[in-house]
Structure formats: structure tokens, C-alpha cells
């Protein structure tokens, strides 16, 4: 099978190079950067220290994306949604990791999902996917005397807040919880806020140095508390973790699926 990488000179596409080319019975297709980017031109091997490949870093991701059985793409929602979209025209599978997407992105994202292969998720740790289900399940079982905070650290260069695995923390409390994320979260506290409102699920964002990604959610009592835990020390996890999605995501029938569902966790 085919992977393309968009974003092959970020952070998380020399990861995904790493993985691809460690896989015997896997070819990369090819790699894209921006137009304006200083690696275009460069071959993809050299990028993370590799053999040449015999491809170079493109500005061209309708080309790259029709040449592949699957694309991952980490990169931002504007430049996701437009890969996605020729990754619809040329039937060409998706894995996405871009994380940021307002409701009207998901509801495209959703959307396109009708008619292609789609695999979206906030992280592709297996660990963070197994705290998803946790979290759920813990919040199912205790009630609104358990007051729910999620807090999460990570490298000073990341750009949005809270981290997209940490809303999706949330959204599985809020789902075991049975209500909806958007009208229980509190992502900011700031001056007098007065008390704490039962049934709030907060969040709580640090940035700082090299950090590849803690979250924590805790369930918090009158006398006691309950907290699980994920931290990532390196981020070839995720880059191990897209790329088994984008073996999985060849083998299915055009929709719209998460992560858990290519670990059979749903």
C-alpha cells in the first residue's frame, strides 16, 4: 500500500516519515510541504537523516494525494479541509491528527465522511484512546458529587488551547455524564468566579518547554479523588498509532471513524 504525508517537515510528518519507511510493506508515495516552504525540492530521506528516496518534498498535494491508497495528514483545519476534500475526487483514504477544527470544519469533516474513507482523531496513543474509554466509564459511575477537571501540558510551540485530546477528555466524560461538552465545559477561570457550579467539566492548559503531551482527568469528592493519568514521552506513539490507522482505514467502507473504532474499542 501507498502513504502520502502532508506536512512532511513538521514535527509529526518526520515522525510519520520514520515510521513509513521502517515498514516493510508499506511505500511512500510522497511528502508535501507549503508553497513557500524552505524544504520543497529536498528528498524526503533527508529530512530525518535517511537515504535519499528517491522523492523530494512537493508543493503539489492533489498530486500526492492521487498517487496514494492513504494520506496522513497533521497539519492545520484550513489546510486539512482541503486535502480532504481532493482526497474525495481521487477516492484516496484519510487519516487526520489536525487538531483545532471549529463545529462548521467537523460538520465537513462529517460530511465528506459519506463518501470517503475518514479517520480523525485527537491523539493515536493507544494508551490516551484507552483513557478515553476510562474516562467515560468513570464518569458514568460517579455522579455530580465528583466535580470533573482535566488538565494538560505541552511543548511551547503548540498553538491551540486546550489540546484537542484533552476536549476529547472531555467530550467522553460528557458523554458518560450524557450532556453535551459545549454546555458544560469551562475552559478559562479568571478573577472572582464565585463557586463551583455541580456538573461543570473544567480545563486547565500549561505550555512550557519540550513536552510531548500529559493529561490528567480527576474526579474530585468532598473526601476523596479519583484521577487518571497519560503521559507521552516520545511522539513516535502517534506516529505508530496513524500509521496502523492508515493500514486499517484501506480495508473499510467510506465513513467517518475515530481511532477507538480501529482499535475495536467502540
Known amino acids: 500500500m501507498k502513504i502520502g504525508i502532508v506536512g512532511a517537515a513538521g514535527r509529526m510528518g518526520r515522525m510519520l516519515l520514520t515510521e513509513v519507511l521502517a515498514r516493510q510493506n508499506i511505500d511512500l508515495s510522497g511528502g508535501t510541504e507549503a508553497p513557500d516552504s524552505a524544504f520543497i525540492g529536498i528528498d524526503l530521506g533527508a529530512l530525518i537523516g535517511a537515504p535519499d528516496t528517491g522523492r523530494v518534498v512537493t508543493d503539489d498535494a492533489d498530486a500526492v494525494i492521487a498517487d496514494s491508497d492513504v494520506v496522513i495528514d497533521f497539519t492545520v483545519p484550513e489546510a486539512t479541509l482541503a486535502h480532504v476534500g481532493a482526497a474525495a475526487r481521487h477516492g484516496t483514504a484519510m487519516v487526520i491528527g489536525t487538531t483545532g477544527f471549529d463545529g462548521t470544519q467537523l460538520a465537513d469533516l462529517n460530511r465528506f465522511g459519506a463518501e470517503n474513507v475518514i479517520v480523525h482523531a485527537a491523539n493515536y496513543s493507544v494508551g490516551v484512546n484507552l483513557l478515553l474509554g476510562l474516562t467515560e466509564q468513570a464518569a458514568a459511575i460517579l455522579n455530580d458529587d465528583y466535580d470533573i477537571e482535566i488538565v494538560e501540558m505541552h511543548h511551547r510551540h503548540k498553538i491551540d488551547a486546550p489540546s484537542g485530546t484533552a ?15 459545549d454546555d458544560v465545559a469551562v475552559r478559562v477561570r479568571d478573577g472572582i468566579t464565585g463557586p463551583r457550579p455541580a456538573g461543570d467539566i473544567g480545563f486547565a492548559t500549561l505550555r512550557g518547554g519540550g513536552v510531548v503531551g500529559d493529561h490528567t482527568v480527576m474526579f474530585a469528592a468532598e473526601t476523596e479523588r479519583f484521577e487518571l493519568t497519560h503521559k507521552a514521552a516520545d511522539r513516535s506513539v502517534f506516529a505508530a498509532g ?10 473499510q467502507s467510506p465513513g467517518y471513524y475515530s481511532m477507538r473504532d480501529v482499535l475495536g474499542f467502540s
Open 167 to 181: 476536549l476529547a477528555i472531555g467530550d467522553a466524560a460528557a458523554s458518560g455524564r450524557k450532556v453535551k461538552l
Open 242 to 251: 496513524a500509521v496502523r490507522a492508515a493500514v486499517w482505514a484501506t480495508s
